[in-house]
């Protein structure tokens, strides 16, 4: 049960869980990591002894803050309503001020009521006892859990068995089951809607649920052995025991007295079981349509045959089923409804009656408000899953942040929500994502005006009372952005409106806590000096984490004039500000090393060219750590082992055995060159376990014995849709590129974002999407190529020339290829190298850089691609000219893709047309859309339906689609002798590749 190595797996997943926590502290992680030995060793021999009593020491449950909530100014909007004032102010600062001055000028007038919540600042090893207890105990009380509970759910293995160990992170990502919960419920509104049934939804979350929940109840028998009937063994009951008794003990130092640590990401495994009894009434003695939980928030859905005319009534309907353990709050005024079983009665489970809603459905009306809450939900969702998208003047930054943080109009997207509040932070996460995609993607200078533009409207909108309290979770995020670009003018201004803010709170707002007692609350003083620190603390790591390891000279000029003198007044937490420039950039140095900075760890094995280097410290900067075979078992130490000598690291670096954001499958792909190989096969799958958690498997992307590289993707289609772009490089950036010098077109990305949003949002569904030949910096490829993998698209494009050493440089073309082998979308990258340059291009290089292009691997015959049930080939360009390659590729592929940069179109006029008939295959052209002439040819006996698509010219980048028939072309040359249509006879020699034959169609 204890064992070092346990231990370490279990930090090892607790980093990850805090990492993605909102107040995490990133120096307390990399402390605890510095001497992470030490620490665990300790802490296995306070687990083995007899003592149990230093669980409950405040050295070992840590200490707790507060985060900002809410404030309440219902008492400016009485006076307003009052006093007739129709008084409207531009500027939020200004109206906020003119507020609290006409409060302040009644009697007896409440001041603003600022509401925090305590959340927990937990000690490192109450963290790694907490995870230990999910991996050891915890899981088995998940296990009880039907599928009607969605949120918080623990990482499983890949049979569902038992929890997945290696796995980081605990808990399965969020969003999936969220998305789940909601649309399942919807659908099923739909369906009984459709089948003309009376239907009634009901929506409700519990009021302070974290804050009143207490954990008794988890080591009482009754529940334990009773309701859930688990039996634990001798070492899970201490290892159980030691961590309830640590929940009580935290609870009991805190001013609420109660409750559950938020923040301790274990918290969320004993809120889930607690509401277990209320699934089985609902599930067992309701028979709902649809009944689902995430957390506490309830969605049920039934058939009204009871005729309910009241929520009272339904209401009083639920009750009489729960067998006593749902009804009424006694002495509420509100009728609150409290869920009451024997095992909570130290708990005070209610659903708050302000925020239950229950809509009756029926017909017409029914279905189009269920269809209305759909409209929204795609809205958003197309949204987040658009590409990054700024205004095209920078003067209209401020506008588009106004609207995405103003809180009247918004139409929720939920039949829960109440208010627009989750809709205004969904609103600026979306435009805060945009900023951070080109802050990752573009030079600082490209897009200057536009972050500075942002970061005067994010001053004068969100950092003010009270639109700050709804948004602080993403003031870490902004003071990262502003950091990495070297804006320390703003941040400069963005500290100083958060002194200000801090001096109007203490000022013009009484503060309390949420769910705890007038009586029990510190003053005010103490309540602001622990904000503060918390607030500044935050800030100080954010400045850290994001610092350049090398500033311009612009830079530090800037540091100099605006944060070299910055010292907050009377704040205790900047004791530890880094005064210099060299102390911040030795901070992030030793972040980045535990994969804690702003940038990921990971950064320093990918090509240069794939990963702006802005943020990436000297290698011989790396930590590495020197007890790994103790604290890691043998399969994550040889995984890591063989994945730190692909990225050419020495040692076994903290940042990758302990990742927080670790390798994702296309990078393992692009960093062993020969992955496809059987003979990588079994070091692929030693470094995915190692870094992912899980099994290849056999289903894995590999070369066949005839040299195919085969990608398993989904059902076999007979058609494919194929986007191919008409995107235009300018020259100015190839030659920028060739020099190694910053992109020019400050506009590239910009348009590459709105031709790619049109892809995206196609109704017609296409299957790949082709860009020309060097028309992609390959710092972009993987953003998109996930991005287009969300809609089902494969990517297919050109990448601009990556340098290598000797004065030589690649030109490849990219393959990002959707893969559903693994029991999950995934995608695989498939790289090609142009094995010898046009005769021009040759010139060129010579001429600008004295550049040789040389490929990275060759090879005799174009390889083929067996994606899915469509087998393809690539060649760039001039290859098309070898008719060597276009003899090889001769019966052996459904389509041929050529990406192009090329002038003379009218000479591969002639290559294409002949290679769709001498190939007898589709040939998918796509040229640069100055130049023209992209296509999808096709060896069609008609002649007007030879070119399924041709495109050429225009002023503006876009996309057309057209659709390849590869069963057809299949069951032609399937035939002995060619049928009379609807293609081309097949080419004197022929003979089409066994494993593309089917059976052909009948005359």
């Known amino acids: 049960?204890?064992?070092?190595?346990?231990?370490?797996?279990?930090?090892?997943?607790?980093?990850?869980?805090?990492?993605?926590?909102?107040?995490?502290?990133?120096?307390?992680?990399?402390?605890?990591?510095?001497?992470?030995?030490?620490?665990?060793?300790?802490?296995?021999?306070?687990?083995?002894?007899?003592?149990?009593?230093?669980?409950?020491?405040?050295?070992?449950?840590?200490?707790?803050?507060?985060?900002?909530?809410?404030?309440?100014?219902?008492?400016w909007k009485q006076h307003r309503e009052q006093h007739g004032n129709g008084l409207i102010f531009s500027s939020p600062a200004e109206e906020w001020t003119h507020a609290c001055e006409q409060l302040a000028k009644e009697k007896d007038q409440p001041k603003p009521q600022a509401e925090f919540r305590v959340m927990a600042q937990c000690s490192m090893d109450f963290h790694v006892l907490s995870t230990l207890w999910m991996l050891e105990v915890g899981h088995r009380f998940d296990a009880q859990l039907t599928g009607c509970a969605y949120g918080n759910r623990l990482r499983r293995t890949q049979d569902g068995q038992g929890i997945n160990k290696l796995s980081l992170g605990t808990f399965q990502p969020y969003l999936k089951p969220f998305r789940n919960w909601r649309d399942k419920g919807i659908e099923a509104m739909r369906v009984a809607l459709d089948a003309d049934k009376e239907i009634v939804a009901l929506t409700a979350d519990v009021s302070s649920f974290y804050h009143e929940l207490n954990p008794s109840f988890m080591i009482n028998p009754a529940f334990v052995v009773d309701v859930l009937g688990l039996e634990l063994t001798e070492p899970q009951l201490k290892l159980h025991r030691l961590f309830i008794h640590a929940l009580q003990a935290w609870a009991a130092a805190t001013p609420l007295k109660k409750g559950l640590p938020v923040g301790l990401p274990a918290s969320a495994v004993v809120a889930n079981i607690a509401l277990v009894e209320l699934d089985r009434i609902v599930e067992q003695q309701l028979a709902p349509l649809y009944y689902g939980r995430y957390v506490d928030d309830i969605l049920l859905v039934m058939e009204n045959g009871a005729n309910f005319r009241s929520t009272a009534e339904l209401w009083e309907w639920l009750f009489a089923r729960s067998g006593g353990k749902l009804?009424?709050?006694?002495?509420?005024?509100?009728?609150?409804?409290?869920?009451?079983?024997?095992?909570?009665?130290?708990?005070?489970?209610?659903?708050?009656?302000?925020?239950?809603?229950?809509?009756?459905?029926?017909?017409?009306?029914?279905?189009?408000?269920?269809?209305?809450?759909?409209?929204?939900?795609?809205?958003?969702?197309?949204?987040?899953?658009?590409?990054?998208?700024?205004?095209?003047?920078?003067?209209?930054?401020?506008?588009?942040?106004?609207?995405?943080?103003?809180?009247?109009?918004?139409?929720?997207?939920?039949?829960?929500?109440?208010?627009?509040?989750?809709?205004?932070?969904?609103?600026?996460?979306?435009?805060?994502?945009?900023?951070?995609?080109?802050?990752?993607?573009?030079?600082?200078?490209?897009?200057?005006?536009?972050?500075?533009?942002?970061?005067?409207?994010?001053?004068?909108?969100?950092?003010?009372?009270?639109?700050f309290f709804d948004l602080a979770v993403y003031l870490p995020r902004v003071i990262r952005l502003a950091t990495a670009c070297e804006d320390f003018a703003a941040l400069r201004k963005i500290l100083c409106a958060l002194e200000q803010l801090c001096k109007q709170l203490s000022q013009h707002c009484s503060l309390s806590i949420k769910a705890c007692h007038t009586e029990s609350a510190p003053p005010p003083s103490q309540l602001m000096d622990r904000w503060q620190t918390q607030l500044y603390t935050t800030i100080r790591e954010s400045i850290s984490a994001a610092f350049p390891p090398r500033l311009s000279k612009n830079g530090r000029a800037n540091w100099q004039a605006y944060m070299a003198d910055y010292a907050p007044a009377d704040v205790d937490a900047f004791m530890n500000w880094y005064v210099s420039v060299k102390g911040f950039?030795?901070?992030?140095?030793?972040?980045?090393?535990?994969?804690?900075?702003?940038?990921?760890?990971?950064?320093?094995?990918?090509?240069?060219?794939?990963?702006?280097?802005?943020?990436?410290?000297?290698?011989?900067?790396?930590?590495?750590?020197?007890?790994?075979?103790?604290?890691?078992?043998?399969?994550?130490r040889n995984g890591t082992r063989q994945l730190a000598q692909w990225i050419r690291a020495k040692g076994l670096p903290h940042g990758l055995l302990f990742a927080t954001r670790p390798y994702n499958l296309p990078e393992l792909y692009i960093l062993n060159k020969a992955a496809y190989k059987a003979t990588q096969h079994e070091a692929m799958q030693a470094v995915v376990l190692a870094v992912r958690g899980f099994h290849l498997g056999e289903a894995a992307p590999y070369f066949d014995k005839h040299g195919v590289l085969q990608i398993p993707d989904g059902q076999p289609s007979h058609r494919y849709?194929?986007?191919?772009?008409?995107?235009?490089?300018?020259?100015?950036?190839?030659?920028?590129?060739?020099?190694?010098?910053?992109?020019?077109?400050?506009?590239?990305?910009?348009?590459?974002?709105?031709?790619?949003?049109?892809?995206?949002?196609?109704?017609?569904?296409?299957?790949?999407?082709?860009?020309?030949?060097?028309?992609?910096?390959?710092?972009?490829?993987?953003?998109?190529?996930?991005?287009?993998?969300?809609?089902?698209?494969?990517?297919?494009?050109?990448?601009?020339?990556?340098?290598?050493?000797?004065?030589?440089?690649?030109?490849?073309?990219?393959?990002?290829?959707?893969?559903?082998?693994?029991?999950?979308?995934?995608?695989?990258?498939?790289?090609?190298?142009?094995?010898?340059?046009?005769?021009?291009?040759?010139?060129?290089?010579?001429?600008?850089?004295?550049?040789?292009?040389?490929?990275?691997?060759?090879?005799?015959?174009?390889?083929?691609?067996?994606h899915g049930d469509l087998r393809f080939a690539l060649l760039i360009c001039s290859e098309l000219t070898n008719i060597h390659y276009r003899s090889a590729l001769r019966g052996k592929v459904d389509a041929l893709f050529v990406p192009e940069w090329n002038q003379d179109t009218e000479s591969f006029n002639a290559l294409v047309e002949s290679a769709a008939l001498d190939i007898h295959a589709y040939i998918i052209q796509c040229n640069d859309r100055q130049y023209g002439d992209s296509r999808i040819r096709a060896p069609a006996k008609d002649s007007w339906k030879r070119d399924v698509l041709r495109v050429k010219g225009g002023v503006t980048d876009y996309c057309v689609i057209g659709e390849i028939d590869v069963q057809a072309l299949r069951e032609f040359q399937s035939s002995y002798r060619s049928p009379a249509k609807p293609f081309k006879p097949v080419p004197d020699g022929f003979e089409i590749d066994f494993g593309r034959k089917v059976l052909p169609a009948g005359e």
């Open 1 to 75: 049960m204890f064992s070092l190595q346990g231990l370490g797996l279990a930090y090892r997943k607790a980093k990850v869980d805090l990492y993605y926590s909102s107040h995490a502290s990133l120096d307390a992680i990399a402390d605890y990591e510095d001497d992470l030995h030490s620490r665990l060793s300790a802490l296995l021999t306070k687990l083995e002894s007899e003592d149990e009593s230093w669980v409950t020491q405040p050295e070992f449950i840590g200490d707790w803050t507060l985060a900002t909530k809410s404030v309440d100014i219902s008492c």
């Open 327 to 467: 009804g009424w709050v006694p002495g509420e005024e509100s009728k609150q409804i409290g869920f009451h079983p024997d095992y909570l009665s130290d708990s005070q489970i209610c659903f708050a009656n302000s925020k239950n809603k229950v809509f009756m459905l029926a017909g017409e009306p029914g279905k189009t408000l269920v269809d209305a809450i759909a409209h929204q939900i795609h809205a958003r969702a197309s949204e987040w899953r658009a590409m990054p998208r700024l205004p095209r003047s920078a003067s209209h930054v401020g506008t588009d942040l106004i609207a995405a943080t103003q809180s009247d109009g918004e139409a929720a997207d939920n039949l829960r929500k109440t208010d627009a509040l989750t809709m205004r932070r969904a609103g600026f996460a979306i435009k805060l994502r945009d900023f951070e995609a080109y802050e990752r993607d573009l030079h600082p200078d490209a897009w200057k005006d536009h972050r500075q533009a942002f970061f005067r409207a994010f001053i004068q909108h969100v950092l003010v009372l009270p639109q």
């Open 585 to 636: 950039q030795a901070q992030q140095a030793r972040l980045f090393s535990f994969d804690l900075a702003h940038l990921p760890f990971r950064f320093i094995g990918l090509p240069k060219e794939m990963v702006a280097q802005r943020g990436i410290p000297k290698k011989k900067t790396i930590l590495h750590c020197p007890h790994a075979t103790e604290l890691l078992p043998r399969s994550v």
């Open 721 to 866: 849709g194929v986007a191919i772009s008409s995107w235009k490089t300018q020259m100015a950036s190839w030659t920028a590129s060739v020099m190694r010098m910053p992109d020019p077109d400050t506009e590239r990305y910009a348009r590459l974002c709105r031709l790619l949003d049109v892809v995206i949002s196609q109704p017609q569904h296409s299957r790949y999407m082709v860009m020309p030949e060097l028309s992609l910096p390959a710092h972009w490829f993987i953003r998109i190529a996930r991005k287009l993998q969300g809609r089902g698209i494969s990517l297919i494009t050109g990448i601009e020339y990556l340098h290598a050493s000797k004065a030589r440089v690649r030109n490849q073309v990219w393959a990002a290829l959707s893969h559903n082998g693994l029991g999950f979308p995934s995608l695989m990258i498939y790289r090609q190298d142009k094995q010898r340059p046009a005769l021009h291009e040759e010139r060129e290089l010579q001429r600008l850089a004295g550049l040789e292009l040389k490929p990275d691997k060759t090879w005799k015959t174009p390889p083929v691609i067996q």
